[in-house]
RNA sequence: GCCCCCGUAGCCCAAUGGGCAGAGGCAGACGACUUAAAAUCGUCGUAGUGUCGGUUCGAGUCCGACCGGGGGCACCA
């Protein structure tokens, strides 16, 4: 399309006798870059801090924090659907301080990353050089966009005053462990040197045992170590050769690939960082209730920790002193066990493996189909085991066919005595609870597989319905076939949850279990072997033991290297190892260093952190930007994020008050910026036991794209609709719906909605197009409307032939101060509760009224425009700066006034009621507002209609209800 | 397979704790302005709320089943 036709669908095209100050996109251009440049020079959006750098009187007014997910600054550019949440906080942030709130609102940029590293794989450029170019050019595309963002506050992960925060908070977390007795047994992270001076002093026993001052330093070290909160583990980890790095559980989808290009994802044993957030899965589960979060992200954050409550329990094994332990659920079921299963990898069939002279050849008696076809346990376990490991991820989701071979053991079952043959089978996850499970059939589905196909008894203990057909049943009824003779114990009758009870405590009685509770959620691995993300503030003595560096040797940059990218391999070689970019940096890796005992020589921790550090306190670095002594000051993070039970009651947890995005984080950034609040509350750092006290999911705004018969996307713009169906160039094409993107063909640029319309009209056209939470597809030719609305209010302002204004002094009639004030109040309470669309067309009615009754020559009371102006200002703020100061106002309206609706316009004098009979509107009466239910009745049976309806019958019943309707009953 | 959310006019969307189905915008028709067109302004339809059943004086709203769309989880014992 040309630029001319391309301008011809916004109003710049508009013929020469277009009035000369009619709202154009020209003016509107005009005035978005005039109020910009005021804004910026009058500071208008800097928020004040109680104290510091940026401290100001302001501060002492009610604070609000509005934030946005941390955008990556992709060299991509932007289309109409990134801004539409930041345009949604804005118009939340400028509502605010219009009321007169102190409100922080600025944006900032989690930069580190991948594009930037392989950008400069390819071409050599550094990927700060890239990131830095970027967030440049973002900038220039939000700024355009009249953001109300405090520019002061503005920060990058990649900055390096950030990253040496970053760094120690790390310090922070790796200097700490979790005390679970603390807090009542809900535990708390403490300093590690109190863990060493309860070692020391004997308040705490050492793993075996061992007085403390008998271990040398080394052996002290690693039981320390093996405490902190961040960790060095040997233990299986997500493997992804194609990215040349390891991956966090969150970071794999279902699939077994990496959510970042799709690349097989191998579980092998590597020494990595490890972040202890399992110790804080009950405190993340739990706090989830404090919080006004929408449910669907609760409810992700609760499948993902995995909460759930049962009990361990021992089974003996036959002529053995080991025994196994499981977890279940459902030790109600107990009775119904009627074999065991191990995972493939757990520690028993290593037994096995290592003692073929007793596990070579198969018990008397053993079933066909349990052997596998082998000679005996040891060769079948150790076949059936290979095999297990080679399987992906992918091939065991699509096969779930019951495999496993018998171990030759049997164990024995606590409550009855009775053996029980236990298995190998790979449906058993070794990864959770004990890693062997033992099997209910009758009340477990996939037993109840496993046993079909094996041969093994089936033994109900919950009585189903007398209707229910089918496998197990795991619903609840009261319990069956369980008691024994041999142990006296009986749980017959009782209902699951009575017979949950009883056998726990049964089992902890007589040693043989106890109450347990499991979780999904694993540590977080925190360690990538890239290039561009944040050194590791850790360096290793002459013993191998990391040691982090002082405080005052922050921050570690990042070094100079050749070469960018860490080793790739062929996605598929399992048994390729890490090697990260940095180790190759070897001046660099090597260091003299005196951290107490004297100059000596170390070696660097050659890691970096995951992209996801930074995001999980930048709040905390919006608060204070500029302190060079902390990475936030007390009193400022009180002031912005404590916990405020004034307002939010008693169990506020604190946190920012407004934070919205999309929901693809809802369990990845939200979950580790949380248990990152965590530790810094518990070590004292900060007084908010949660980062974010509200979230809101903005939805996505998509497109239409159309592709042609060999399946090529067409410019979308260039698609023409008839009847139906979709047409290019005369050929018809075929439409899809989705995302917005430049290689769909279907993507809209923020500038070009502002060079057609200006950018208060794309805001306005955004914030109406539908609820803010909901995803709803992008329509150029509507935004016309929305520019409209603009037009109209602006010439009932404007002269558009003299560019003065219109208004005047006249008092406005009661209709039209009732429709004010109504609009009034409930533009504030859409504003409050984040439903722009709705205030939008409670805007338009209203100035399409005003449109209608002062078209003439003469124009509308100033007493209802300047409310007007004021009302839209949230969403439009440069065309209502302009108006507000062509009215006569030299104060920029950015800190208020806002309208306050008066009351006494909102009640009415009378009402029109609906008259119903038999629940179809009839007819109609105005009444007093004030009419009370006998009153209504009466004149709702005098009507005439009803009346004529009724032909002269006693009406069955009259339904009253003040202030809404009546409806007779006949 | 299990769980959650959503189906209102040709399209995007409104509609208090059940209480008059329509606030707003787009498109459309007609009209004003214009030599004409664009732009602008004005006037005006259209659906009975995905389907079936239930509760109720009354259901878009509550309950059940089903259909369609979106999302989450998926051997987690």
């Known amino acids: 399309m040309s630029g001319a036709e391309r301008n011809s669908q916004g109003t710049e095209g508009a013929g020469d006798e277009t009035p000369p100050f009619r709202y154009t996109a020209r003016i509107a251009g005009e005035i978005e870059r005039n109020w910009q440049r005021r804004w910026e020079e009058l500071g208008s959006y800097h928020a004040a801090n109680p104290v510091g750098p940026l401290s100001g009187e302001d501060a002492a007014a009610e604070k609000l924090f509005v934030q946005d997910m941390f955008p990556y600054p992709s060299g991509a550019g932007l289309h109409v659907g990134h801004p539409l949440g930041f345009i949604g906080t804005d118009v939340y942030a400028r509502y605010h301080r219009m009321l007169g709130r102190n409100v922080l609102h600025t944006m900032g940029f989690d930069a580190f990353g991948l594009p930037a590293e392989q950008y400069a794989m390819q071409t050599g450029t550094h990927p700060r050089t890239t990131t830095e170019n970027n967030i440049e050019r973002y900038l220039t595309q939000i700024r355009r966009l009249g953001l109300g963002h405090d520019e002061r506050r503005r920060v990058a992960t990649t900055d390096i005053e950030f990253y040496k925060w970053t760094q120690w908070i790390f310090l922070q ?131 993902w920790i995995g909460r759930s409550q049962g009990a361990e329990v021992y089974f003996g094994l036959d002529d053995r002193a080991e025994r196994i332990e499981v977890f279940t659920t459902r030790p109600d079921t107990l009775f119904g066990a009627t074999y065991m299963v191990l995972a493939p990898e757990h520690p028993l069939a290593d037994e096995i493996l290592s003692a073929p002279e007793r596990f070579g050849s198969w018990p008397e008696g053993t079933d066909q189909r349990w052997t596998g076809g082998y000679s005996g346990p040891a060769a079948a376990v150790a076949e059936y085991r290979r095999a297990a490991e080679t399987k992906s991820e992918l091939d065991r989701q699509e096969n779930k066919d019951k495999t496993g071979v018998f171990t030759g053991m049997h164990a024995v079952n606590p409550v009855n005595g009775e053996r029980v043959p236990v298995f190998v089978a790979d449906y058993v996850l070794l990864s959770y609870g004990t890693g062997a499970i033992m099997a209910v059939p009758g009340q477990d589905q996939r037993d109840w597989e496993f046993a079909e196909k094996f041969g093994l008894p089936i033994v109900r203990t919950v009585q189903p319905p007398a209707d229910f057909e089918g496998g197990a049943y795991t619903g609840d009824g009261p319990a069956i076939n369980s008691s024994s003779g041999a142990t006296g114990l009986s749980l017959d009758g009782l209902d699951v949850d009575e017979a949950k009870k009883k056998i726990t405590s049964w089992l902890e009685e007589h ?76 001046q660099w890796a090597e260091v003299e260093l005196d951290l107490g005992d004297g100059l000596k020589h170390y070696q660097r921790d050659t890691n970096v952190m995951p992209q996801w550090a930074g995001s999980c306190w930048y709040q905390l670095r919006y608060i204070d930007p500029e302190n060079h002594e902390r990475f936030v000051d007390a009193e400022n993070e009180r ?332």
Request: negative net charge; glycine residues 8%.
């Open 173 to 303: 977390i790796f200097h700490a462990w979790y005390d679970t007795e603390a807090d009542q047994g809900r535990g708390r992270a403490r300093p590690i040197s109190e863990l060493e001076a309860e070692f020391a002093a004997g308040k705490r026993s050492t793993p075996d045992g061992t007085p403390w001052e008998e271990l040398d330093r080394e052996q002290q070290r690693r039981i320390v170590d093996s405490y902190r909160l961040a960790y060095l583990s040997e233990a299986p980890v997500n493997w992804c050769p194609g990215l040349g790095t390891v991956v966090a559980n969150e970071e794999v989808t279902a699939e077994g690939l990496s959510e970042r290009g799709d690349f097989p994802v191998f579980r092998r044993n590597l020494k990595q960082w490890m972040m202890r957030i399992t110790a804080y899965a009950d405190r993340l589960v739990d706090d989830l209730d404090r919080l006004e979060w929408p449910d669907k992200v609760k409810t992700m954050q609760r499948n």
């Open 511 to 586: 040693g043989h279990g106890k109450g347990s509770v499991q979780y999904k959620l694993r540590d977080w691995l925190f360690a990538r072997q890239r290039y561009w993300g944040e050194p590791f503030p850790v360096v290793y003595d002459e013993d191998g033991i990391p040691l982090g560096m002082p405080e005052d040797q922050l921050p570690v940059e990042l070094p100079e290297v050749a070469e960018y990218s860490p080793r790739t391999y062929d996605p598929d070689d399992a048994d390729s190892r890490p090697e990260p970019p940095l180790s190759k940096a070897e």
């Open 639 to 970: 002031y912005w994020m404590g916990p405020r039970p004034d307002r939010h009651g008693a169990n506020d947890p604190g946190g920012l008050d407004l934070y919205v995005g999309g929901v693809e984080h809802a369990v990845l950034h939200l979950l580790y910026a949380r248990f990152w609040q965590k530790v810094l509350y518990d070590l004292g750092h900060v007084s908010a036991e949660e980062p974010y006290r509200r979230l809101y999911n903005q939805g996505y705004i998509q497109a239409y794209a159309f592709t042609d018969s060999r399946g090529v996307y067409v410019p979308a713009e260039e698609v023409v609709e008839q009847d139906g169906r979709y047409f290019h160039a005369g050929e018809e094409v075929s439409r899809e719906y989705g995302k917005m993107g430049k290689s769909l063909k279907n993507s809209v640029s923020p500038e070009e909605m502002a060079d057609s319309y200006g950018v208060d009209t794309l805001r306005l056209y955004e914030m109406s197009m539908g609820p803010l939470d909901s995803s709803r597809p992008w329509a150029t030719k509507d935004v016309i409307g929305s520019h409209r609305f603009l037009q109209r209010l602006w010439r009932n302002v404007v002269d558009e032939r003299t560019g003065q204004p219109r208004v005047t002094d006249a008092e406005p009639d009661e209709d039209l101060l009732r429709a004010l004030h109504k609009t009034i109040d409930s533009v504030r309470s859409d504003y409050d509760s984040l439903q722009f669309n709705t205030a939008v067309a409670k805007l338009i009615e209203l100035n399409n009224r005003v449109t209608k009754e002062y078209s003439g020559s003469v124009g509308p009371p100033r007493s209802v425009m300047e409310p007007m102006v004021l009302l839209v200002a949230p969403l439009t703020p440069h065309l209502a700066e302009e108006l507000w100061s062509r009215l006569g106002n030299e104060e920029s309206l950015v800190h208020g006034p806002f309208p306050v609706a008066d009351e006494d316009y909102l009640v009415e004098d009378t009402l029109e009621y609906p008259i119903q009979f038999n629940g179809k509107v009839r007819s109609r009466m105005t009444v007093p507002a004030s009419a009370e239910q006998d009153e209504l009745r009466a004149t709702a049976l005098a009507d005439s209609r009803i009346q004529e309806l009724l032909d002269g019958s006693e009406p069955r019943k009259v339904v009253v209800v003040p202030g809404r309707l009546v409806n007779v009953v006949g």
